[in-house]
């Protein structure tokens, strides 16, 4: 079999290695493919896998590239590939459902913890010589935030949410959490299934943790942060378009939120008209929750094991059945 893999440079920079799928035949990398179709279908020739992580797959591309017989996605979401026309066409998509739980959990508290006591910013003005100009023993330029007995509202509950729902619970953080779908045995004294509008008026920090859909986007606008607190403080590390951004920067240049801290925007990498970049109190960071190299090394590893169970005709975490 020939494999090619469209944008290995994202997934592994140079720290990991591709040579567990040499068992499966010739293997090509490329760091990156420019996203064109042409350019995509003389990229893959006549490969019968291809592995991609950002690089589209649209139904043009598919229709021109007869060899391939196996896609995976180097990730969980696979808005990238045309999985309809994928299955018309006898192609078997899969992706790596939960490799990153654990890390971006942990990251959705590096961004309210930054929030809360903005380390970075006090670390640099010390080295600017702030400390040592100060008349008193310690100086803050932000207000400090204490979480314990905070209330923190999780709108999406899979397996991420949960994770960071007990790593809440630890810092003694009351968790209400909005999802469709409820599993009453994870309820307890201090987290519990509420209705949107109930999350929305009781938090004091919000976290996204659900997946983009049709329901699901722009669920943060006007209308809802209008119900929040006064002072609230918003995480996304799932999806950008989840939050109405021009909306957001609105609320934060206003007062209305007091902070937002996303690792996701509309548009990757982002736009330097992206109105959260002038906005008040608005930390971004590029995407990186996902990118420990424990969290890859877990995914190359799960890829791997796609690819053996298509190999051996039992293939698993199809996501075009």
Sequence with gaps: ????????????????????????????????????????????????????NKTPLPRVVLENVPTVKYIGVLATGYNVVDTQAAKEMGIIV??????????????????????????????????????TRCADF???????IELADKTMGLIGFGRIGQVTAKIAQAFGLNVLVFDIR?????????CRYVSLDELLKNSDIISLHCPLS????????????????????????SRGPLINEQDLCDALNSGKVAGAAVD?????????????????????????????????????????????????GTPVNIVNL
């Design 1 to 52: 079999m020939k494999i090619v893999v469209l944008d290995g440079y994202t997934l592994n920079p140079g720290d990991l290695s591709w040579d567990a799928f040499k068992q499966f035949g010739e293997i090509t990398v490329h760091d990156r493919t420019e996203s064109t179709p042409d350019n995509v279908i003389k990229t893959i020739g006549d490969a019968d896998i291809v592995l991609t």
């Design 94 to 131: 899969t992706n790596i459902p939960t490799y990153g739980t654990s890390a971006v959990a942990q990251f959705t508290f590096a961004l309210l913890l930054e929030l809360c006591h903005h380390v970075g910013y006090h670390s640099e003005a010390v080295k600017k010589g702030d400390w």
């Design 138 to 144: 310690c100086f803050w330029h932000y207000p400090l």
């Design 182 to 190: 409820q599993n009453p045995e994870i309820s307890s004294n201090t």
């Design 214 to 237: 049709d329901t699901t986007k722009g669920i943060i606008n006007k209308d809802t942060i209008s119900k929040m607190k006064d002072g609230v403080m918003i995480i996304n590390t």
């Design 264 to 312: 996701v925007v509309s548009e990757e990498p982002i736009a330097a008209t992206n109105p959260l970049l002038k906005a008040k109190n608005c930390i971004i960071t590029p995407h990186i929750a996902w990118a420990p190299k424990e969290s890859r090394t877990r995914l190359m590893k799960i890829a791997v094991e796609n690819l053996t169970a298509y190999a051996a």
